[in-house]
């Protein structure tokens, strides 16, 4: 596609659930990030893929976060067992090389 | 550890007038620094960037000028029009390194 694809745009889950979130990266670049901004705060680092190397997942905040880049093209971040404070905006981001990111329009993450 | 930081959470210019967006950083490994507009709703938007190598890139109404010593980047925007109200990321990228660690962001306002 054109740009970075994002579903859903909105979420809105209980505590306690899991909850998938999809980012459909541009097509041939080979890098995806996944950043999250919670209110009021900056863009969090989560993880990190680049090719067939293994992912830096430096950034996930707990073991309840997870991610996965199948075919080298579509991610998914699931995270398990929501909390309140994982309530945020999950955005993702690809680029061809270097550190030119696109970011796609997030998805607004509600844990009630 | 804020690696990145912007220490201004808000700023209000006259339209027409010069904007001044600061960021400071504490790691000397960044060797790459890139500014972002986000607008509500909307991903970020790569604006302009600049290598560690020079101090200064221009881009029309856009600077930004880089000081090393002094660890500090700013952005200017002259002359401010009210299409730039958003908020401003400041981000930065280690030698060798494609993530990004941004800043927390500064709300600009353009007043009429």
């Known amino acids: 596609g054109a740009g970075v694809s994002q579903s859903p745009s909105n979420k809105v889950t209980e505590k306690g659930k899991d909850v998938e979130l999809r980012c459909d990266p541009i097509s041939g670049h080979t890098a995806l990030y996944w950043y999250r901004q919670s209110l009021g705060q900056g863009l969090e680092f989560l993880i990190y893929?680049?090719?067939?190397?293994?992912?830096?997942k430096s950034g996930l905040p707990s073991d309840r976060f997870s991610a996965e880049r199948t075919g080298g093209s579509v991610s998914t971040l699931t995270i398990q067992r929501t909390q309140q404070e994982d309530s945020a905006v999950y955005l993702c981001a690809s680029s061809l090389s270097g550190r030119g990111y696109t970011f796609g329009s997030g998805t607004r993450l509600t844990v009630v | 550890d804020q690696q990145v930081k912007q220490n201004s959470p808000s700023l209000s210019v006259q339209e027409g007038r010069i904007s001044i967006l600061n960021c400071d950083y504490t790691?000397?490994?960044?060797?790459?620094f890139l500014w972002y507009k986000k607008y509500p709703a909307e991903g970020p938007t790569f604006l302009i960037s600049?290598?560690?190598?020079?101090d200064k890139n221009e881009d029309g109404r856009f600077t930004v000028f880089l000081n090393k010593s002094a660890k500090h980047l700013s952005l200017h925007i002259v002359p401010s029009q009210p299409g730039d109200s958003a908020v401003y990321f400041c981000?930065?990228?280690?030698?060798?390194?494609?993530?990004?660690?941004f800043g927390q962001g500064t709300r600009l306002t353009i007043n009429p």
């Open positions: 790691n000397s490994m960044f060797d790459y």
């Open positions: 893929f680049q090719g067939n190397s293994a992912p830096d």
């Open positions: 600049i290598s560690s190598i020079k």
């Open positions: 981000a930065a990228a280690a030698q060798g390194a494609q993530k990004l660690v």
